[in-house]
Structure formats: C-alpha cells, structure tokens
C-alpha cells in the first residue's frame, strides 16, 4: 500500500523516477517546476535581489577605490564583512529551522534595502568614508547570510526533493542573469551620475525583491517533535555536518572557493589601469561575466536532473581554474571580456552543483542547518576579495590570479581523489 501511495503521489505531481545505475534521472521540464505555486515569486525575489546586491558590491568597489586607490582596501571593504557572517551563519540555519521561512527573507529584504539607500545618501552627502562603508558591509553581510539560508531552503520546500535540481537552475538563472544586469546598471549609472545613484538603484531593486516576497506562500511544515534550545540546535547541527562524510568534504571544498574569487577585487584596478577603460569598461568586464552565467544557466537547465554531481565538482573548478590564470595574460578589453564570458558560464554549474550537493544529504529537519553551511561558501567567497586585494598588493595581480587558480584546481582535484562520498554524490 505505500508503494501504490508513493506512487500515486508522483503521478498526480508528475515527477519521473530514475533507473538504477544510470548517470541521469529522466528530465524534468523547466515549465513544469516554473508553474508550480509561489516558485515564480521565490524566482523573482532572488532576481531582484540579487541585483540589488551586485550593484552594491559593484558601487563599494569602486567607492572603495577611489577613497583610497588601494586594491587591499577594495578587498578589505567587500570580505572583512564574511568573518561576522561566516560565524553567525550556522545561527541562521537554525533559524531557518525554527521559524517561517518566508518571515525570516522579508525582514532581510527590508534591512538590505534600508543600508542601500544608506549608504547613498552618504555618499551623496560626500560624507562617506572606508570605515562607513566597512560598517556597513559587516551588518549587511550578516544580514544577507540569512536570506541566502531562507531563500534556498524554500526552493526545497516548493518545488520538492525530485525536482531541486532543476529548481536550483532556475533560481541559478535569476541570479546569474542579475550579475549581467545589476554590474550593467550599476556601471552606466556610476559613470553617467555617480556611485550614490547606483547605491540608490540598488535599494529599489531590493525594495521590489520585498513585493515578490510577500507574494510566496510556503506549503506547511511538520510540527516540531521537541522544543530544544538554540544552543541543542546548533550542537545537533554541527554533530550532524561532522559525522556525514560528504558534508564534511563539502566544506572543505567550499572553503576552497575562496582561491578563485581573489580576482574579484583585481577587476576595478584592471579595468582602470592596466586596460585604461573605466567605469564602464568594468561594468562591461562584470557585464560580459553575467551574460557568460546566463548562457550557463540555460545550458545547465537544459541537462536535466544530472546525477554525476561528484563529476562536475571535479570538472568545473578545473576549467574555472584554467580561465582565471588566462586572465593573468589579458592586454585588451576583448581578451578581457571573453575571459570573462568563460568564468560566468561556468560559475552557474559551480554554484547549482554545490548548492545540490549540499542539499542531497540532508534531512527534514536538518535543512535549514545544512543550507547555512553551503551560505558559509558564500562567505569564503566574499573573504577571497580580501584575501586577493591583499595579495595583489604583496606580490602583484598577476601572480595573485595564477597562484588562486593553482591552489583552488590542486585542492578540487585532490578532494575528488581522495573522497568515495564525493565521487558517489547523486550516483547512490
């Protein structure tokens, strides 16, 4: 009887089971998972959003840069902020366990969208300085830690464990498609009216992202069994991370992460000296990254429910890894912009992969825990803009994008070796 239940159940949803032993699952309609209830919204409150956010990483850089012409401050002021946020982040998950998700995303939304229009008035005023800018960065990344854990956890909750993902991918447009427009943007409004516009672009679109959000609506969620502390929450979420092998790599590996985005705080410093582009020559550098990660995206919607996840967490870093020394060598704003184009189609199946990976897993009541330990990899990364405009600093950009992409492709390759529960995840 609960074969035919279970069953019965895939019918009515539509979803297809996978044959045993075979490297993909039959494929899922992108339509199909776009039409089911509050999916559509939770897609355009990730769009919108993180719009906003790259205008805002994109206006601190260049705000930064231009206070102090130090790739190390640029650095500082976009990763100093993942330390409290990477600390904090497990608190989120628990969150996420505790409370409505949906709840815990607005009150978010509301708070990045307040510091945004912030900081343009600073910045409007000519009253803004590092340390403003540095303050800000550390409340908005904890801030935004937690409606990473919120936003992703829900695509689970929609859209279901079959179909994530497909899920993830689409999500993974959104976003993708907003480093295409949030760096485009923000690059002709920082040239044609300056950073504060930008700033304040950028807390409109968060502001719009709030809309989509009141929009979705959750499917309920079991009762807790116990009514445990927070603390025996984020002891239990810990143990459980440790003791599952795949977790724990996966941690690992995501720490790694932070090797390849050191050339992130390079771009500014690139665009406006070594190419002698400017403003706009960086946003079109960031621009070329974005539509590179939508034509990823669509590729990647495109696979269907992949299984070889392990696989494609052995390949992707190592092609990411190839691009970025390449970009070590580029004398030309072309060369620069297909380099570009490169490093965003592979950044959708980076992120997608990880973000499955981590879900697979995962139980129920664990999800929101182990979520916030794949939003701890969007901490590394934010830390690798400071770790990279340290080291440009120390030992030149060139050497400091080379070094990043031999020590992030080193370590993915020795991690795929070395882990059975890495090379089996999907295939189980």
């Known amino acids: 009887m609960a074969e035919e ?12 089971t996978s044959t045993p032993g075979t490297d993909e699952e039959p494929k899922v309609s992108p339509l199909t998972v776009l039409r089911m209830p509050s999916f559509g919204w939770v897609v355009g409150d990730s769009a919108f959003g993180a719009i906003g956010f790259q205008m805002v990483t994109m206006s601190q850089a260049w705000v930064t840069l231009e206070l102090t012409d130090s790739d190390a401050w640029v650095g500082a002021v976009n ?3 993942a330390i409290p946020a990477a600390a904090l982040v497990l608190f989120g998950g628990v969150l996420a366990d505790r409370i409505n998700r949906r709840t815990l995303l607005l009150w978010t939304r509301l708070t990045l969208a307040f510091l945004g229009f912030f900081t343009g008035l600073l910045v409007f005023a000519n009253i803004v300085t590092v340390w403003h800018l540095i303050a800000i960065a550390i409340v908005a990344g904890i801030v935004r830690v937690f409606a990473l854990i919120a936003g992703n956890t829900m695509i689970v909750d929609i859209v279901g464990r079959d179909r994530m993902f497909v899920g993830n991918a689409i999500a993974g447009i959104a976003f993708n498609g907003a480093t295409f427009a949030g760096p485009a ?3 002709i409004l920082i040239a044609q009216a300056g950073a504060e516009f930008a700033y304040l672009v950028a807390s409109a679109m968060i502001t719009v992202a709030v809309l989509f959000t009141l929009k979705i609506k959750l499917p309920e969620r079991a009762p807790r069994v116990n009514n445990t502390s927070i603390t025996t929450d984020l002891r239990e979420g810990l143990s459980y991370i440790w003791r599952t092998p795949a977790l724990r790599w996966l941690m690992f590996m995501g720490f790694f992460v ?3 985005t050191m050339y992130f705080p390079l771009i500014p410093r690139i665009a406006r000296d070594s190419l002698d582009a400017g403003a706009d020559g960086y946003g079109s550098i960031l621009a070329a990254t974005g539509i590179g990660s939508l034509v990823g995206s669509l590729a990647l919607i495109m696979s269907g429910n992949i299984r070889s996840v392990g696989r494609i967490l052995l390949v992707v870093p190592v092609v990411f890894s190839i691009l970025l020394v390449a970009f070590a ?3 030309t704003l072309e060369a620069a912009w297909a380099v570009a184009f490169g490093l965003g189609a592979v950044i959708p199946w980076w992120a997608n992969t990880m973000r499955t990976a981590f879900q697979m897993p995962a139980t129920e009541e664990m999800r929101g825990r182990v979520m916030a330990l794949f ?4 901490q590394f990364i934010q830390f690798g803009w400071f770790v990279g405009g340290t080291s440009s600093e120390l030992i030149g950009p060139d050497a400091t994008l080379i070094a990043g992409g031999v020590v992030c492709a080193s370590f993915y390759i020795f991690a795929f070796t ?4 890495i090379r089996q995840l999907g295939r189980e």
């Open 418 to 421: 070395k882990s059975s529960a």
């Open 375 to 378: 939003a701890l990899t969007g």
């Open 185 to 187: 943007i923000g690059g």
């Open 329 to 331: 060598f580029v004398n």
């Open 79 to 81: 990763g100093i902020a």
């Open 5 to 16: 239940a279970r069953r019965a159940k895939i019918d009515a949803v539509g979803e297809t």
């Open 258 to 260: 932070m090797f390849a």
